[in-house]
């Protein structure tokens, strides 16, 4: 992958980062009251963790990028499309490799 093409995910990443942090404060869990008050509790704490996920990958990224290891499957070493990763620059497997949750 070229530095210009590095660039440009590089920036795109921190961008998701913001947008994730933003998401965070928005869905930090809170006292609940009711049960309604419960359930929404339960959910905000769901996408609180869904968004601290994808904040982890996000960094770890970043991580590899500031290493000189960005691109390559976290699982398997080969490198990824660069479609994947201007689609989903924090994406860390291969298609190959991916598992869904």
Known sequence: MDLMMLAV?????????????QRLELWTPGDSKSAADETEACLRS?????????FEQVTRALDLIDEGRYGNCDACGDSLEVG??????????CDRCYTPM
Not at 46 to 54: F, L, S, V
């Open 9 to 21: 995910i590089q920036g795109r990443l921190w961008q998701a980062a913001a947008m994730v942090q």
């Open 84 to 93: 994947t990763l201007l689609a989903r620059p924090y994406r860390l497997v």
């Open 46 to 54: 769901a996408m609180y963790r869904a968004a601290q996920a994808e």
